[in-house]
């Protein structure tokens, strides 16, 4: 049996979950809406403020869906309460970030600025010069957007420039020693 599958979901106060037929699960909440539609092997119930997710047979199939569908259902509910956000580091002489308006513009050692546009319902703050926080309520979306950033400038080994997470640690290389 799967151990996360298993794990009951609490409904928080201010959080409204609907099953529709074909698993389609909308919750709302404080911060927002989210609905997403789940694999229909699946049982997903709710009763006194608590989600349950069963799978029908251990298939493998089945027991692989069962985690995620219930890990999924979890996020969103953790999503429209609290919300996510990932930080990102620009790092790098000369290499910096601005914001105006729903445009990022970055600086990264290319010939032309870097402009990015936020997504729909995803946010992003710029503190100070070097530091990128993006906002959101739908975890993937966060993270897709934030990986997109990060890919404009990977932080190389050698001096450690370009865009990484504030949690990211960068493997160091030496560089080349001349011969005498």
Do not use: F
């Amino acid at each position: 049996m799967s151990r996360i599958g298993r794990m009951p979901i609490a409904v928080p106060a201010g959080v409204t979950v609907d099953i529709a037929e074909n698993n389609k699960v909308t919750v709302k909440g404080p911060k927002g809406t989210l609905e997403r539609v789940l694999p229909a092997e699946m049982k997903i119930t709710l009763e006194n403020g608590v989600i349950q997710v069963s799978r029908p047979n251990d298939l493998k199939k089945n027991k692989a869906l069962h985690g995620l569908t219930r890990t999924l259902i979890n996020n969103m509910v953790v999503g429209v309460t609290q919300g996510y956000q990932k930080e990102l580091e620009v790092n790098g002489v000369g290499y910096r970030a601005s914001k105006a308006g729903k445009e990022l513009t970055l600086v990264l050692g290319y010939s032309h600025p870097v402009v990015m546009t936020d997504p729909e319902g995803i946010e992003s703050v710029v503190e100070g010069q070097n530091k990128i926080i993006v906002k959101g309520i739908d975890k993937e979306k966060v993270g897709q957007y934030a990986a997109e950033i990060r890919a404009k400038r990977k932080p190389e080994p050698y001096k450690g420039k370009g865009i990484k997470y504030a949690d990211e640690v960068i493997r160091r290389k030496v560089g080349k020693t001349g011969k005498k």
